[in-house]
């Protein structure tokens, strides 16, 4: 009987998945997307005059993406020999569009632009099963009810996927062209970009106002002493604007009875957050792990896939991460009731489930981010699971658990104190019952109570008791500007605007810092020279493309097409009409920095020309109109918000004459050069991509083993390592070691080295060399090869992609590394596949 051939995206899932279905079928993996756009031309057919092509505008025309005709022979093969084929990609649009490509190469429909290969499926059943947990009973229910491609969900990711095309391939010419090569556009990207770059001018734009407050230390009869805060003067809110009107309220309360006017107690319930999405599960990531974006999805996907846990092999830990559903499916509010039963008792438990409401366009066929099973507890995996995996389990394990519990109470009193015609008042609360606290540590985002209030307790007092002032204090204050997003910040706000999809806020943010946007300062974004000059360019060539409220109605159109409520080609047709206008006027309209952008000022060294800002290789400039004839140029590019050069602890000081330290410009870029030249010409080098000069070499107390002189800590290309401080007349270096056992002599440890003649390669040897000459051209990877149990394995890096290979003889073990690169025009990426 032949096996039935159930395809699935990475090797992980493909792992886990073939251990719940057995002998009768084989689980391959596609890895990823095995279909995309061209990479060298548009892809997409766009409307001409002659209506000739009417029928078949904005159709893309997809190809075999290279390096993946190998898994497509592979995959073709199996389907031969199979009986039936089922497609188990995830159950969102990328993992239709991935089943619907998949279905097109194994039946040999579809255009296909590379060489022909023969056909695997015709003929045969092809299937899609949807599953939201990779556990046996998920597995199987989904294979007992097996379904079609939804044509639905393919339109909706073909429509995202050609509006990102026409933007990213169409747009980013013009700045190749406008500003520098390199550069790129994308549809949410742009607009992720223009919320940073308006927050920024917000901030510089800001002008601080300047207030006070009063405060009042007061004694009842009854401990503790307390503060209290000046909130009205006859009945209506105070402001005091400045340090005079707050010395003459204190002159005013000199003197005064202190009484206690009103008195108020309540219980505050604070209730618990629903479960992850995958935007909170982002923003929650960041502000408890500080994991990026891109981390806590990476992670997550692990965390879906399915980890070794001994004997019981792989085990997907919690359900799919790609959701804005916070729907919670009945067995499991049933698993985690017993849970907090046994576990916390019966007092934490409400006497009927907690639901939730998603928001409006949440897809509710899916689940929110939940553990697979609530009974794995965080310490029973932790054996099996690297740091950075626990820490994120055991967020979502917290999570979903305090979503079902009882909500914290606190007694919360409020005093209101007259004093003349000035009333204060003073709130405090005191957590009567933990509920879901016991759990969890909101967020100070989803806190309700007020931070100030909370675990502060105030006296027992009754109304008309006279209190004893103890101290008066006024504290002056100033108003503060919007604070720059973090990752969370700016995930949060995306969402709330509805620009994009929380899947690919990762992929968006790691764009806008590879291609030098924006820059992370103390975990928040500025954006750099750069990333304004392009937001200003695209803004207003394109301002209603690139505006948030247009771009939040397309996120709503790609919603009704995967809803079956609008045709996919009419949404495209909308924004077209639109593009193509701004896309012409752009082109002889948009200001050009190659060229040069008029500032109106005149030139500082011939007066005649005017200075006009321009961009190298090494950043921006001024430059005199007048070139060559006039060569008078100024650096922009340390000029960041009227900054001087610093170091961590402040001004860079020269080390052989004491001189304060400047930025200068030279072929290969910026650098630190002595304020005393000619005299002292000490240079150092400033640490890439910031205005901070390189660490300079630390004395160690060791002497050198070939000349005897000092050891010193370097910074290099290849990160720290200890070598000689008479360089380079003594060449001697000690790396610094991978951790990792030499495989050969047993004694040495492998370190990274550089070959010395031709191309200057990086390989790994033994530290024991010439004692020891085992060498690799492939780093070494501190895991363990999970077939022979050898003590590690090595990357090998080939065109497409990354493998994992183990070295030991006769094993032949082998798995991906790491995902298919996407192409690297895809400036709107689909959410990262296995």
């Not at 005079?244 to 219980?267: C, M, N, S």
């Amino acid at each position: 009987m032949a096996r039935t051939l159930v395809i699935v995206e990475s090797p992980a899932k493909a792992k886990t998945i073939n251990k719940y279905l057995g002998r009768n079928y084989t689980v391959k993996a596609s890895l990823g997307h095995v279909k995309d756009l061209p990479k060298k031309e548009l892809g997409v057919v766009l409307p001409d005059d002659n209506q000739r092509n009417a029928s078949r505008v904005f159709e893309p025309t997809y190809e075999i993406i290279p390096g993946k005709m190998k898994v497509i022979h592979e995959l073709k093969k199996s389907a031969r020999e199979a009986g039936a084929i089922y497609l188990a990609t995830d159950p969102d649009r990328e993992g239709e569009a991935i089943a619907a490509h998949l279905a097109e190469v194994l039946s040999g429909n579809g255009a296909q632009r590379n060489k022909k290969s023969r056909s695997g499926a015709r003929g045969k059943p092809v299937y899609r099963v949807l599953f939201h947990e990779i556990t046996p009973k998920a597995i199987q229910a989904a294979f007992s009810r097996p379904g079609r491609i939804n044509q639905n969900l393919v339109d909706a990711q073909q429509a995202r996927r050609v509006l990102d095309r026409l933007v990213g391939y169409q747009i980013s010419p013009l700045l190749w062209e406008k500003v520098r090569r390199g550069l790129s556009a994308g549809r949410v990207q742009t607009v992720a970009l223009r919320l940073i770059v308006e927050r920024e001018r917000e901030i510089r734009a800001f002008v601080p106002r300047e207030y006070w407050t009063i405060h009042a230390r007061l004694a009842a009869a009854a401990p503790p002493v307390f503060e209290a805060k000046l909130i009205t003067y006859q009945g209506k809110e105070i402001e005091i604007p400045n340090e005079a009107e707050a010395q003459r309220i204190l002159q005013a309360l000199e003197g005064v009875l202190w009484q206690v006017e009103a008195v108020q107690q309540k219980e505050k319930r604070r209730y618990p957050p629903p479960p992850f999405t995958t935007s909170k599960l982002q923003q929650e990531a960041y502000n408890k792990l500080r994991f990026t974006a891109k981390r806590t999805m990476a992670l997550a996907q692990r965390l879906y896939e399915g980890i070794e846990l001994g004997a019981e092999g792989s085990v997907g830990l919690i359900t799919y991460m790609r959701t804005d559903s916070v729907r919670v499916a009945d067995e499991a509010l049933a698993a985690v009731r017993r849970q907090i039963a046994d576990t916390y008792g019966p007092s934490y438990l409400p006497e009927k489930p907690n639901l939730y409401k998603s928001k409006k366009s949440a897809q509710e066929a899916h689940e929110a981010i939940r553990p697979t099973d609530v009974t794995r507890t965080p310490d029973q995996v932790k054996p099996y699971l690297d740091e950075d995996l626990w820490k994120l389990y055991q967020l979502i394990w917290r999570r979903f658990v305090a979503s079902q519990m009882v909500p914290a109470v606190f007694d919360q009193t409020t005093i209101d104190v007259a004093a003349g015609d000035y009333l204060f008042s003073a709130t405090g609360s005191v957590l009567k019952f933990d509920g879901f606290l016991a759990v969890i540590q909101e967020s100070r985002e989803e806190a309700e109570a007020d931070d100030e209030a909370e675990g502060r307790a105030l006296p027992q007092v009754s109304v008309g008791e006279r209190l004893r002032l103890d101290s008066l204090r006024p504290q002056q204050h100033f108003t503060e500007p919007p604070p720059r997003y973090t990752e969370a910040t700016l995930v949060k706000t995306l969402e709330e605007k509805g620009i994009g999809r929380p899947s690919t806020y990762a992929t968006i943010i790691s764009t806008l810092v590879e291609r030098e946007y924006v820059l992370r300062e103390q975990g928040r974004f500025k954006p750099t020279r750069l990333g304004e000059k392009v937001s200003d360019l695209l803004v207003k060539s394109f301002e209603d493309i690139f505006d948030v409220t247009f771009t939040a109605r397309m996120e709503e159109e790609l919603d009704e097409i995967e809803e079956g409520k609008l045709p996919w080609k009419e949404s495209v047709r909308e924004f077209y009409d639109r593009f193509e206008k701004d896309l012409e006027k752009a082109a002889d309209q948009m200001a050009s920095y190659k060229a040069g952008v008029s500032t109106g000022l005149p030139c500082e060294k011939c007066g005649q020309g005017e200075l006009l800002e321009r961009i190298s290789r090494h950043g921006f400039f001024l430059g005199c109109s007048r070139y060559p004839e006039c060569d008078f140029t100024r650096d922009l590019t340390a000029e960041v918000a009227g900054e001087e050069v610093e170091s961590e602890s402040g001004p860079e000081y020269c080390e052989n004459c004491g001189r304060e330290m400047t930025i200068k410009r030279g072929r290969y870029g910026p650098f630190l050069a002595c304020t005393g030249y000619p005299e002292c010409k000490t240079t150092r080098r400033l640490v890439a991509g910031t205005r901070r000069a390189r660490q300079p070499d630390v004395p160690l107390d060791e002497n050198c083993p070939e000349c005897g002189s000092q050891l010193v800590r370097k910074h290099g290309r290849y990160g720290e390592f200890v070598g000689c401080s008479a360089y380079p007349k003594c060449k001697y270096i000690r790396a610094q070691t991978l951790g990792i056992k030499c495989p050969k002599c047993g004694e040495g440890e492998l370190v990274q080295r550089m070959a010395r003649k031709g191309r200057r390669r990086v390989f790994y040897g033994c530290n024991r060399y010439p004692g020891c000459d085992f060498t690799t051209p492939d780093k070494p990877v501190a895991q363990p090869c999970p077939k022979c149990g050898a003590e590690f394995v090595v990357e090998k890096k080939r065109k497409e992609a990354v493998t994992l290979v183990c070295l030991q003889e006769g094993c032949g073990w082998q798995a991906p590394a790491e995902l298919h690169p996407r192409p690297a025009e895809t400036t709107e990426p689909a959410p990262t596949r296995s």
